[in-house]
């Protein structure tokens, strides 16, 4: 019954999806004020555009293998299995996609399909379509494998971690998060993501305490936490006051072995028989709810990580727990004059002691293995003056650590007698709740009583004979007389959380003063490298200004808002050369690329690019529509030994095309025609061809895949389509290797003196109305659109540079022929939606004027990004705020009010 429900319900879907393409194709959707088929799917069918999008979406793969569809209405195999199927149709490699749209394709893979669940079924299919294109599975693997980049951006509220890798590599980290997330204790409250986080810091801790993590460097890495004796001193007293404010407010800091609710008990014990419980009193929040209030804190100067960044006092309290002590004695102006040293490390015999007792970590009901453990001080070596033995130290994983500094906790090993153990006659399992309690009226653990304010958890027994009691400490003269140890003039501590071997670690090396500042407010922060980078010999014969051009000479390296990505640093010894490089798009391009290492050449008429924007850039001018450039440019392929082409040069507006058509295919086809023949000539195989998303002319969704058909509306998309067919074949022809980016609306500015300087598109059309106090202008206000205005797809120059260096990358792979790709955000934005957020953002009191249509627009164009994203690890980042608000930036650079 279940089965043929089921059947059933394929069967309608799949006969919905066939009328879901009856209806796109015959248009009759049109003129229901709709701006898309996908809108007006999800309109009638109240899904929404999402999912409207996703039901168009599966129609159109599952259109590409008609004969699987049939199978579905014939109850051959589930609808499952046929999407499974039109995703190996609908995006593998060229090769792929034309075996499984083929009859005997489709065949092949419904007899896999038949007798295999779904889960299995995809694997099948991927093995089948990797052994149909063999080279297509590496290909794809090394593609994710070069688009893999991690980022970390440090911002003043923490520290944002982004990236992409490749499948193997995403799995092998998964493992090893796994394997560094032990499972979670009864009172561990936290979610997925903040295990992965410990587990991902715990990961860090262990490489830098490894001494065999020793990348060239003659110490093994080490973070650094840097305070003075002045810091130290506050930073304790500060704790100090507060445990006496705790105490005044009734309960002595020793009172923590206290109920709170329930009643403890002691869990199972595993080894040798004997039974242990521990417990843990938190005490609560000094600051919250009932609790004791205490005195502001008397300000101080955070102890900081050697750029600077502040750490708070309970980090402070973690690496001095576990950690070398190096003194590094730094004048005033930074310069590293005296180390001296003081080792608070356990030994490695004390620490096998304390991991052949702990064996993982001694936080109840935590097993993280003693591998992703420190070892911490029971009595904190810094607060109370603990001594470095076996028995003063216990194992604790890296979560769990910092939440006995964090809370100010301190543990305590003692016995408990066998009855009060779980499995115990009379004991009973804990409860898994960080508020539970501990043994009630001084059971195991002995005077424990309710407290205020007072959390406690009833701990997991260990194989030891003892059981470990976390409590608030109290301030010990012990902690300030260990003080007297570092107080030293001058002095600066720098602490590694690292149980690095006994050896004496070298001094840092003092900072060249050729190649550093000076001191300014913190020995660190004073620190700047600057590095020159010298650009290849140039031949004189070009008028690059100064021979030997210097990469960056004016916009220093990382101003960009994308520092560019490791796995992006190409060879040094590349040059590309960058046709239209001084153009809007192409200085954008010329500074990533060189940031990423690579030489850069450009070739201008500078008809509308300036030499400004690509300052020691070599340049040579050259009209590319002229038969005597194919020679010309051939010869600076040879001399600079350009191993890579992007090609920009081309004018690229609409309406100038509509009245100029010949003209646009004079300038566009016939200099790229010249540009493939000079490659041709020089050996040069890597083209990054820009192309357009004119090419779609009037796409029939707004989602616009690679695939849509390509029919361009106006001269100026006609020549980026044949440019493309152009690019194809030379591919086929001679091997070059190339992609087509096809952009859609750029617009924003990198920096702000590299904005558009032609006013030509939207955004810089609405800047100039508004410098010139006119009304802003809205060509046609009766599109099938949301608002009757146009809608596009907006994406930042800046992202679009990117893809040209996530470009060159690809067309560097010798598998690679000829591919197109999308450059948008997949995100729509109106005509209307543009003027809004840029009056906001300027404060124009904007009164749109509706116009007629302008002759040549498509209502809506908007990018579908999967496949950009999917290869090339590519996406956009910037939205519309962030491209107007750049654009406007460069607008007033440019355009500077003279009062
Ligand atoms: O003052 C203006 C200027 C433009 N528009 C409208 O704004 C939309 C965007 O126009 P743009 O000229 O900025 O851009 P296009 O979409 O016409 O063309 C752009 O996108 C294309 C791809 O779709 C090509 O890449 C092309 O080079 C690029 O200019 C159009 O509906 C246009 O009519 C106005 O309403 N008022």
């Known amino acids: ?42 309109r009638k069918t109240r899904l929404g555009k999402r999912g409207g999008a996703a039901q168009v979406r599966q129609a159109a793969e599952l259109d590409t293998v008609p004969d699987v569809l049939g199978a579905v209405t014939d109850g051959r195999i589930p609808l499952e299995h046929a999407t499974i199927i039109a995703k190996v149709a609908a995006s593998g490699t060229p090769a792929q996609r034309e075996a499984a749209t083929s009859a005997d394709g489709q065949e092949t893979l419904l007899g896999l399909a038949a007798g295999q669940d779904a889960a299995t079924f995809a694997l099948t299919a991927d093995r089948w379509a990797a052994n149909v294109d063999p080279e ?6 090394q593609a994710q494998y070069r688009a893999r980049y991690v980022h970390l951006s440090h911002t003043p509220t923490g520290t944002h971690l982004k990236g992409f890798l490749d499948t193997i ?32 810091d715990s990961i860090a801790g262990r490489i830098l305490a490894s001494v065999d993590t020793k990348p060239g460097a003659h110490v093994p890495p080490q973070v650094s936490v840097i305070l003075t004796e002045e810091t130290w001193i506050a930073a304790q007293a500060d704790r100090d006051r507060r445990r006496a404010a705790m105490a005044t407010f009734g309960f002595a800091p020793d009172d923590t072995e206290t109920d709170a609710e329930g009643e403890g008990e002691g869990d199972q014990v595993t080894g040798s028989g004997t039974r242990a419980a521990t417990e843990i009193g938190t005490g609560g929040d000094a600051q919250c709810g009932g609790g004791p209030r205490i005195s502001a804190p008397i300000g101080y100067a955070p102890a900081t990580l050697e750029d600077g960044t502040p750490v708070p006092t309970s980090e402070l309290g973690v690496v001095m727990c576990d950690c070398e002590l190096t003194r590094i004695v730094i004048n005033a102006d930074g310069v590293p004059l005296d180390l001296g040293r003081t080792e608070r490390l356990f030994t490695g015999p004390q620490r096998r002691a304390v991991i052949a007792r702990d064996r993982e970590c001694a936080w109840p009901d935590c097993h993280a293995h003693a591998r992703w453990c420190h070892i911490h001080h029971l009595r904190w ?12 130290g216990a194992l604790l994983c890296n979560f769990h650590h910092h939440e006995v500094h964090r809370l100010d906790l301190t543990i305590t090993r003692h016995t408990i007698p066998p009855a009060a153990c779980p499995g115990s006659p009379g004991s009973r399992r804990s409860r898994a709740s960080g508020t539970s309690s501990p043994t009630p009226g001084g059971g195991p653990s002995g005077g424990l009583r309710p407290g205020p304010a007072r959390r406690s958890v009833r701990l997991n027994p260990r194989t030891s004979s003892t059981s470990l009691r976390p409590t608030r400490a ?34 840092p090396p003092v900072p060249s003063t050729e190649h550093r500042a ?51 640093l190409g060879p040094p010894h590349m040059t590309v050369l960058i046709t239209g490089g001084a153009g809007y798009i192409g200085a954008h391009v010329v500074k990533l690329v060189q940031d990423t290492g690579r030489a850069v050449v450009v070739v201008d008429d500078f008809s509308t690019g300036s030499q400004d924007r690509i300052p020691g850039t070599p340049w040579r001018r050259l009209d590319l529509t002229e038969p005597s450039s194919v020679e010309e440019l051939a010869d600076t392929l040879r001399s600079f030994e350009v191993t890579s082409v992007v090609h920009f040069a081309a004018k690229k507006r609409v309406d100038e095309s509509m009245v100029r058509p010949a003209w646009y295919f004079q300038q ?3 200099g790229l025609a010249n540009v493939l023949a000079a490659m041709e000539l020089a050996g040069v195989r890597e083209l990054v061809f820009s192309s357009s998303a004119a090419v779609y002319g009037t796409p029939t969704t707004t989602d616009v895949t690679e695939i849509a058909p390509t029919s361009p509306v106006n001269p100026y998309g006609e020549t980026k389509l044949v440019g493309e067919w152009m690019v194809r074949d030379a591919a086929r022809a001679w091997g070059l290797r190339a992609v087509s980016l096809r952009y859609f609306n750029v617009a924003g500015a990198g920096l702000p003196e590299l904005g558009d300087p032609l ?23 009766d599109y099938p659109t949301p608002d009757g205005t146009c809608v596009r797809d907006f994406v930042h120059v800046l992202d679009l540079a990117q893809a040209h260096v996530a470009s060159l990358d690809y067309v560097a792979r010798p598998e690679r022929a000829f591919d197109t790709f999308n450059v948008g955000t997949g995100i729509g934005s109106s005509v209307l939606e543009v003027v809004t957020e840029l009056a906001n953002l300027t404060g124009w009191d904007a009164r749109p004027e509706i116009l007629a249509p302008r002759a040549g627009d498509p209502a809506s164009v908007v990018a579908s990004v999967d496949r950009i994203t999917g290869v090339m690890g590519w996406r956009a980042e910037a939205a519309l705020p962030e491209i107007l608000a750049s654009a406007w930036k460069a607008w007033q650079f440019d355009h500077p009010v003279v009062s």
């Open 169 to 200: 590599t995403g799995k092998k980290i998964a493992l090893a998060l796994e394997a560094a997330t032990p499972r979670p204790a009864a009172d561990d409250d936290r979610d997925f993501g903040q295990r992965n986080a410990d587990a991902l």
């Open 136 to 141: 297509g599975l590496e290909r794809d693997h």
């Open 668 to 670: 566009n086809v016939t």
């Open 381 to 392: 070596w810094e607060r109370d003056g603990g001594v470095t033995a076996v028995e003063n």
């Open 518 to 568: 000076p001191s300014t407010e913190h020995p660190a922060q004073g620190v700047r490298h600057c590095s020159v980078v010298r650009g290849p010999e140039q031949p004189h014969d070009l008028e690059s200004g100064p021979v030997g051009g210097v990469a960056n000479a004016v916009h220093p390296p990382g101003s960009f808002r994308h520092p560019m990505k490791p796995s992006e």
């Open 1 to 42: 019954m279940l089965t043929e429900l089921n059947l059933t319900i394929d069967t309608l879907r799949a006969i919905r999806s066939s009328v879901l393409i009856a209806e796109r194709d015959a248009d009759t959707w049109r003129g229901n004020g709709d701006p898309s088929f996908e809108a007006w799917v999800g």
């Open 759 to 781: 006013v030509m598109n939207l955004v810089t059309m609405l800047l100039q109305q508004k410098s010139l106090g006119q009304q802003p202008k809205v060509f046609g206000g």
């Open 474 to 507: 109290a301030a010990t003269p012990a902690a300030v007389s260990r003080r007297a140890t570092l107080a030293l003039p001058d002095a600066r501590l720098a602490v590694t959380p690292s149980p690095v071997t006994r050896r004496p670690s070298p001094a």
